[in-house]
């Protein structure tokens, strides 16, 4: 009986009196089906108790029977046996991450006595030895590795949500003018340490591949017959077919009639012992080339941004853009927007007078006007009933129009 009253009962707005047992009953439930029974004395106790929980269910840390004695050494093995099957870039991204974090906070601290506090001691140390990119980068890494932590029931919260990122807007449009990309090419063709850097450039700035599918190109992703590059796999995770206009196309006719035998890249290392391996390393010779031709403030990635500049400023539209450099979206390609002669030109013309003067009201049409607004029966053809849907006399002249024009060319 005690048990059918109690369900009976409405726990969800806090505690109820049982007069019966001359106590404040609780009951909480979390999202996971479990429950939370407690009986008060006062009902003061009872309320805060009920207000806590909900706290803590409502902002994602109601976890408490997840243990407390996991270090952080243990949960960081275990995050990187799990990153280096998950993550493609575990090894260049997030393993020099979790090294800083090891070296910032002590591998022996257990994850239940990490606090927001500390994470942004460690925060505002760094942000004075590097730029705050980097460190919001390393804030997103260890976000991402407490919430694992929280759904394998290693850890009860997330310490790192309290903590503010510096969010700043990093994002740059550096691109070569033409006669930069002249001087760059020429400067690249003197550079003997550096092979294959001048089509490297070439092809950089012809197709905006990213530098890791550039270099890592096979002549299997190539179709001469169709002038398309199809790379399997891209940083989105996604295949990208690109088309070859005429320069690039012969830059890799070129470098396939001095292709070595038996070799699947466009790029590989002639002899040593990466002989067969693609050549990624092309640091020094770039900044040779660029020291060279005189120019600064230049990255290897900019050949990319040059690549989507040049075209917006031909007239190319964004979509068309976005699916040449693989987005999927239009976000990371309105930087390119205000380059184009025509973005938002025929929008701001809206603001200028109109050219053509309306008539007054009561000021009468001339003959003429009169002579061509006098309206014509539609031939009525099978399964229409010939009438225009509007109610509008100045789209029903146009259509007429259209229809005698076209009649009269038939």
Excluded at 40 to 45: K, L
Excluded at 63 to 92: D, I, W
Excluded at 322 to 329: F, P
């Amino acid at each position: 009986m005690e048990t059918a009253d109690r369900q009976n009962r409405d726990f969800s707005k806090g505690p109820v009196w049982d007069p019966a047992r001359n106590r404040w009953l609780v009951e909480i439930r979390y999202p996971d089906g479990s429950r939370l029974r407690k009986r008060f004395r006062r009902d003061r106790d009872a309320q805060r108790l009920w207000a806590a929980e909900q706290a803590k269910i409502e902002n994602g840390t109601w976890h408490e029977h997840a243990p407390k004695c996991v270090t952080l050494a243990t949960a960081f093995g275990l995050y990187r046996t799990y990153s280096k099957v998950q993550n493609r870039s575990h090894e260049t991204y997030i393993e020099p991450v979790l090294s800083m974090w090891e070296t910032a906070i002590k591998t022996s601290s257990l994850l239940a006595r990490i606090k927001p506090a500390q994470i942004e001691d460690v925060k505002l140390r760094r942000a004075q030895t590097v730029a705050h990119s980097t460190v919001d980068k390393d804030l997103a890494v260890l976000k991402s590795f407490f919430n694992w932590c929280m759904s394998h029931g290693l850890a009860a919260s997330n310490p790192v949500r309290s903590v503010k990122f510096f969010n700043e807007d990093n994002s740059r449009l550096r691109y070569l003018t033409e006669d930069e990309y002249k001087r760059l090419l020429d400067a690249a063709r003197k550079v003997e340490s550096s092979r294959y850097l001048p089509e490297k450039i070439i092809l950089a700035v012809h197709t905006g591949l990213r530098r890791g599918s550039l270099f890592n190109l096979r002549w299997d992703e190539v179709d001469f017959l169709n002038r398309v590059v199809r790379i399997p796999r891209t940083k989105s995770g996604r295949p990208h077919s690109l088309p070859l206009n005429a320069t690039a196309l012969t830059t890799i006719q070129a470098l396939y009639t001095q292709r070595l035998p038996d070799c699947p890249y466009v790029f590989p290392h002639a002899r040593g012992r990466k002989a067969g391996q693609p050549v990624k390393d092309v640091k020094n010779g770039f900044h040779a080339a660029l020291e060279g031709a005189k120019i600064e403030n230049f990255t290897w990635h900019d050949l990319r941004h040059t690549f989507a500049s040049w075209l917006m400023m031909k007239g190319a539209s964004l979509r068309a853009i976005a699916e040449l450099l693989g987005h999927r979206g239009l976000r990371m390609v309105m930087r390119y927007a205000h380059l184009s002669p025509a973005y938002l030109s025929a929008e701001v013309a809206l603001l200028d007078a109109p050219q053509a003067k309306r008539a007054r009201k009561g000021q009468p049409a001339r003959k003429a006007d009169r002579a061509r607004a006098k309206v014509v029966k539609f031939p009525r053809e099978i399964g229409s009933s010939g009438k225009i849907r509007t109610y509008n006399p100045p789209v029903n002249r146009l259509t007429q129009a259209v229809y005698l024009v076209g009649s009269s060319v038939g």
